[in-house]
């Protein structure tokens, strides 16, 4: 048989399975590194996970199945109730028990938060609540060697130390190159699709642990290039460096050996989800496998995969971690560095008592003496760093950054603005107002103390972002209200299966957010409409309608007609009906509406449109809008056009359910962005991504608005490859003949090329 070397059977290699051979091989923990954490989250701590977009987590379901994830999405999705009490949403379906812990990311900075606990309660939905056992600030040294806040392709960007990278000269984030084709690891967990490729780009994930008293812990580890080297299908080894000394991944496996954790790819928006078992080895000849310049880690752990998954992750897609905009403006941003010494000032005199905790406490008040120790942090960090074998790191550049306000796509969703970084607008349910017993209507206003307006044209569509059970859901709704309002009105027709809508007719309140983008959709009245309009609507296609009524109405010293067509199933299901009986009424020279009941009067056909078009002949110049199901739309028109009525004069808005995205690919698969011929960027579309959302979240210039398959403004060309998209969707035949396709809505099947020019 032929002789196996010990290093290539991870079995044979030498373990550590005492605190005595641990402590000897990295060393005791300083005890001013132990006096850095606090029991309850102060100011700074709270000011933190206000500022914080994304978290990793780690937690055990009732089974005692282990799994690290990252949550979040946008900062401040932690809830802070109380200095001992938090609680956030949980996408995934497993239900979080016992000891949980965090760590907490602010794009651009070093130094991260970690956050120990358990689980207090499973709250509303998909909300867990989590009281804290245990805070601290975590040194920097793992961002710092894996570089995760270079953008890909930035050229040497990166955070150095609690000091903020500058943002890049261009708007746009470059793929990183693609890593060398890692070797077939084998049968076993790892030799599944896309892990072992993963892996070897991956420098940076969340390692989660738990020790046999109730506590858990969840480290941030990173290295130059990969965090990991696959040994074969089920094996991992992870080198552990020198850091703080806390050793708390350590000490926990030598009780508890089950581990689990989430590894990142800077400027991809996938996680890949490992767990397993773990052991510490100190083996000499295994580690100088993984020496820097000659220089080995002190120990690594050797990792029994059990189970390996790559998914696509909402938080870090949503939270754009490597997009421009991404990082916070240096006056918005706590210094870690500063927060650390005070705990430690704080713990000193609780501990110590007596002159030195006195004076401690005193040069942290000294004015500037931040600022110093964050120079003094940033040279021990890369003095550190090259004793081990890495880079130089560039000095932290800590510029301010003009943060920019929040700004709505260009009324009238014309694409002239491609590629603008259009933010969600975040609201505040003011009323619920029932309409019908099918219908209600959401008001809006801004959430915060300088309510802006809601500035549209009459006819658009926002779109409305909830989270439901932990994820977002996105649906568009048309605006009933008058432009140019402090509150903005939606209403929403429940529909059988719909999730938006039995979430907004069962849960939604007055006080809740949720977040709206927009204006958009080309269906709307003009500034200057003509002296008729005549409107056609079914069920809840009346919602633009009435923005058109209400505007033109609200103008007083105007002259023009209005002519409604409604139909409505029943009495009470008439939307609006007796605001539209009142407006009539009112206005009996402009207004006019004709009510039709289709189970007392049957569906609208044909002859009854044009008996009713033709019993009053509108003027030559009279626009008609029509807005209901498709086949209404389809049937006026052809009434109209059998008239004589030009297409130009002719506005539709034809209304779906939501559409959802085409089959998701269950592989991950790289997409090509170009303009006008040249290349743009690349990302790498993760399992469960659109199109849209993976070039988002890289920076790249996708244009969108209503990012849910209704407007039309995300259509970009397909120049190669495979995609699928959801239908019924915006798209003519003529369109998708042509090559074109949704991104919003679409999913690669294969490695894909697109381009974004304006058509």
Wanted: net charge neutral; glycine share 12%; hydrophobic share 35%.
């Amino acid at each position: 048989m032929e002789k196996t070397d010990r290093t290539d059977r991870p079995g044979g290699a030498h373990r550590l399975t005492t605190v005595d051979e641990v402590e000897r091989t990295v060393g005791r923990p300083p005890s001013m590194v132990m006096l850095k954490q606090i029991k309850t989250l102060d100011e700074g701590c709270r000011t933190v996970l206000a500022c914080s977009p994304v978290a990793a987590f780690g937690y055990r379901a009732a089974d005692g199945t282990s799994r690290t994830t990252f949550i979040g999405g946008a900062p401040g999705f932690v809830r802070v109730h109380s200095p001992t009490r938090i609680s956030f949403l949980l996408p995934e379906p497993a239900d979080p028990h016992g000891p949980v812990s965090f760590f907490f990311l602010l794009p651009g900075v070093g130094e991260i938060l970690r956050v120990n606990g358990s689980v207090a309660a499973r709250r509303k939905g998909a909300e867990v609540g989590v009281d804290v056992a245990e805070a601290f600030v975590h040194c920097a040294q793992a961002v710092l060697r894996s570089r995760l806040w270079e953008r890909p392709g930035a050229g040497g960007e990166s955070a150095s130390g609690g000091g903020l990278a500058p943002a890049a000269p261009t708007e746009l984030a470059t793929p990183a190159r693609r890593p060398a084709e890692p070797p077939a690891p084998g049968p076993g967990p790892l030799g599944e699709p896309g892990v072992a490729e993963f892996l070897a780009a991956a420098p940076f994930l969340a390692l989660s642990t738990w020790d046999a008293s109730g506590g858990a812990d969840t480290s941030p580890r990173g290295d130059r290039q990969a965090a990991v080297r696959v040994l074969d299908g089920r094996t991992l080894v992870l080198p552990d460096r020198r850091g703080n000394k806390r050793a708390d991944t350590l000490r926990n496996l030598l009780q508890d050996d089950r581990l689990s954790l989430a590894a990142l790819v800077p400027g991809r928006t996938g996680v890949l989800h490992i767990r397993g078992r773990g052991a510490i080895t100190d083996d000499p000849a295994l580690l100088e496998t993984m020496a820097l310049r000659g220089t080995p880690p002190h120990a690594a752990l050797l990792i029994d995969v059990e189970y390996a998954e790559l998914t696509g992750n909402d938080a870090v897609a949503r939270s754009r971690l490597w997009s421009p905009g991404a990082r916070l403006g240096q006056e918005a941003v706590p210094d870690l560095m500063a927060l650390a010494g005070q705990h430690l000032a704080a713990n000193s005199a609780e501990a110590e008592g007596g002159s030195r905790a006195f004076l401690l406490k005193a040069l942290m008040a000294v004015p500037g003496l931040p600022r110093l120790l964050r120079l003094v942090a940033d040279r021990v960090y890369s003095s550190g760093l090259r004793k081990e074998g890495y880079d130089a790191l560039a000095p932290g550049r800590s510029g301010r950054r003009r943060r920019l306000p929040y700004r709505s796509r260009a009324v009238g969703g014309g694409r002239e603005d491609r590629g603008e970084r259009q933010s969600p607008r975040e609201v505040r349910i003011a009323e619920v107002r029932r309409e019908t017993p099918s219908a209600v209507t959401l008001v809006l206003e801004d959430f915060g103390r300088e309510p802006g307006p809601f500035d549209f044209r009459p006819g658009q569509f926002f779109t409305l972002v909830a989270d439901i059970d932990g994820r977002p859901v996105r649906r568009a709704y048309s605006a009933s209200s008058v432009p140019g309002s402090a509150r903005l009105e939606i209403t929403v027709k429940h529909i059988e299966g719909g999730r938006f809508s039995a979430h907004a007719h069962r849960s939604l309140r007055a006080g809740d957010r949720i977040a709206v983008r927009g204006p958009s959709g080309h269906f709307h009245a003009e500034p200057q409409p003509p002296e008729e309009i005549v409107l056609v609507a079914a069920g809840s296609g009346v919602t633009p309608i009435m923005s058109m009524i209400r505007t033109r109405l609200s103008d007083r010293s105007a002259h023009d007609r209005m002519a409604l067509l409604y139909s409505s199933s029943s009495a009470e299901e008439v939307i609006y009906g007796e605001e539209l009986a009142r407006l009539a009424k009112d206005h009996p020279d402009r207004l006019s509406v004709t009510h039709v009941l289709s189970r007392r009067d049957g569906r609208l056909d044909a002859d009854r449109v044009r008996r009713w078009v033709t019993g009053a002949p509108p003027a030559r110049d009279a626009h008609y809008y029509v807005c209901g199901p498709a086949p209404l739309t389809a049937l006026v028109r052809e009434v109209l056009a059998g008239l004589g009525v030009p297409d130009g004069q002719v506005h539709h808005e034809r209304y779906t359910g939501g559409t959802e995205t085409g089959a998701a690919t269950t592989v991950p698969r790289r997409m090509t962005v170009e303009r006008d011929g040249e290349p743009v960027g690349s990302v790498v579309v993760e399992p469960g991504q659109t199109l849209l959302d993976a070039g988002l979240a890289a920076g790249l210039p996708m244009p969108y608005s209503c990012t849910v398959g209704n407007c039309g403004d995300c259509m970009v060309r397909l120049r190669g490859g495979e995609v699928t998209q959801g239908e019924p969707n915006c798209l003519t035949e003529r369109q998708k003949a042509d090559g074109y396709v949704l991104a919003c809505v679409g999913c690669p099947l294969s490695e894909v090329t697109l381009d974004i020019t304006d058509p």
